[in-house]
């Protein structure tokens, strides 16, 4: 019955009677004001790069060959690593969400040990365990003959370890606010836990887990520090769009700003792209 | 930015000769309050101990310092940020603000080195070992003045190198070494003798090609104009060129 009584996810304009808007009187201003002055806050460091941005050379920089193989490079590994996230990161966000254990406290602040760590210092992490005297890393030299520092998967784990807390949480937020009747109901209909995993607990949190999936793979995609501290920086195989829009700082403010705008444009193309097709569809 | 100050023994000298403004001429021929350092990474050790000993010399002066890459200093100088005197690692980057009086000083030069781990255990004696299959080389990137340095170096040898990674900046570079990533880096002198007992210097002649020089100036805005000609005279006082000739450094 309650199955029916709460559907799982409404369209936006059926959620309020007719009405209630002009009833409920205008935005307040007490919300409104701080509400712009974030927005001016967050927006105008933007307006700044248009204003400085060279447009009349903007063709030019963009045809430079190094240009066009760091932004592939950095989409291919920001997907990449979001992958890698979605597939580490919601069992781990089920597992802090849904299982009791104990220490569960201490794990879940575990993770969020990336987004304090300042990323320079994640990379060196990652080198003392990945790297060619690391932990695992020199097994798997010996072993294997996998290096991954200097490497484009490098370039992924990097990405991976600084982006997947943002999943994590993301989801787990989204588990934890989710009616756990539903998964109840699944069990009792005679589901096992892995069944009712994904046919009623992943479209459940759908909108939560692709919240976090796309602050998952934008944060991937602006990871600075410790991909050029794990990974190094080389054009082609480790320079993404950061590592290129640092090192031409250093000589071209100018070609800097447009590397900077081409790797926004390109993000926000493809997250408006995405939010209209999978985010808000009902 | 990083903001490197005695801010204990500045206070302490604020206190005692009961003044604190910039230019109110009374101690010291007018050497008094704040002056603002903009330097160089490479020279943090070295400066931090200069100022220390400036502020000794002149009671009632603080030098405040921001250490960082000498590109990332000169826009922040263009912007606008409040600085007295700047001291680049390339002649280019000091070029690039506008500076209170005529040619800059090279007040100091860096040239560069084969750092590797610890006793060398590669056996590394040239520039022409780094092409060895199998060793793992870093290098700046061609855009900061290690990598320019470094290029002009390997064409002056007539080695052609591909180099596992192109470092962002010299500490980059030379964090590989120490953790043992590369075999090999070319970096300045003087940063293997701060990283001295991990990392093993190779001296190579075509260094001589790629020499770098540090220009320091008063810029054209500088708050404290008195102070930071101090600054700079004491840079280049015999007492100064000691502590960075200690470090590694050449006389100009």
């Known amino acids: 019955m309650t199955l029916i009584a709460h559907p799982v996810r409404r369209s936006a304009g059926s959620r309020r009677p007719r009405g209630a808007r002009r009833r409920g009187g205008g935005v307040p201003v007490a919300l409104l004001l701080p509400a712009l002055l974030g927005l001016a806050f967050l927006t105008l460091p933007l307006i700044g790069l248009l204003a400085r941005t060279p447009w009349s050379t903007l063709p030019q920089r963009l045809a430079e060959p190094g240009v066009l193989a760091a932004l592939r490079l950095s989409l291919l590994t920001a997907t990449l690593a979001t992958l890698l996230c979605l597939l580490l990161g919601v069992p781990l966000a089920w597992l802090l969400a849904r299982v009791e254990f104990p220490g569960r406290r201490l794990v879940r602040a575990l993770v969020t040990v990336p987004l304090v760590l300042p990323p320079v210092v994640g990379g060196v992490a990652l080198l003392l365990v990945f790297g060619r005297r690391g932990l695992i890393g020199g097994w798997l030299d010996q072993t294997f003959g996998i290096t991954l520092p200097f490497t484009t998967t490098g370039v992924v784990f990097a990405e991976a370890f600084v982006a997947m807390p943002f999943l994590v949480i993301a989801v787990e937020g989204a588990l934890r606010g989710a009616d756990r009747r539903y998964e109840e109901a699944a069990a009792t209909l005679g589901a096992g836990r892995w069944t009712t995993f994904t046919h009623v607990t992943v479209p459940l949190v759908g909108p939560g887990l692709a919240a976090g999936a796309v602050l998952c793979w934008a944060r991937a995609l602006g990871e600075f520090g410790a991909t050029i501290t794990f990974a190094g920086n080389f054009p082609g195989r480790t320079q993404t769009m950061p590592l290129a829009v640092y090192l031409a700082l250093e000589t071209d403010v100018e070609a800097a700003i447009v590397l900077s705008l081409i790797l926004l444009v390109v993000s926000v193309v493809i997250l408006a792209g995405l939010r209209d097709r999978w985010i808000s569809a009902p | ?252």
């Open chain 2, 1 to 252: 930015m990083r903001l490197r100050t005695s801010i204990v023994a500045g206070a302490v000298a604020l206190v005692l000769t009961g003044c604190g403004t910039p230019g109110d001429g009374t101690a010291d021929g007018g050497v008094t309050g704040t002056v603002t350092v903009f330097a160089a990474a490479s020279l943090t050790a070295t400066f931090d101990r200069i100022g220390r000993d400036f502020e000794a010399a002149h009671p009632g002066s603080t030098v405040m310092f921001n250490f960082a890459g000498s590109s990332a200093l000169a826009t922040q100088i263009t912007e606008g940020a409040p600085a007295d005197v700047f001291a680049s690692a390339a002649p280019r980057h000091l070029a690039a603000v506008a500076t209170a009086d005529g040619t800059p000083a090279v007040f100091v030069r860096n040239q560069l080195v084969i750092a590797v781990a610890a006793g060398n255990p590669e056996g590394v004696r040239s520039l022409s070992d780094l092409t060895r299959p199998g060793l793992k080389v870093a290098l700046c990137a061609e855009q900061v003045p290690c990598g320019s340095a470094a290029s002009r170096a390997l064409d002056a040898a007539g080695v052609a190198l591909t180099p596992v990674t192109l470092e962002a900046d010299v500490r980059g570079a030379l964090a590989k070494v120490r953790l043992g990533e590369v075999d090999a880096a070319l970096v300045y002198r003087t940063d293997t003798r701060s990283t001295a007992p991990d990392v093993t210097a190779v001296e190579f002649p075509e260094s001589a090609q790629a020499v770098n020089d540090y220009p320091i100036a008063v810029l054209a805005d500088a708050p404290n104009p008195t102070a930071a000609h101090a600054f700079v005279a004491h840079v280049r006082s015999a007492q100064s060129r000691a502590v960075l000739a200690e470090a590694g450094f050449q006389a100009p």
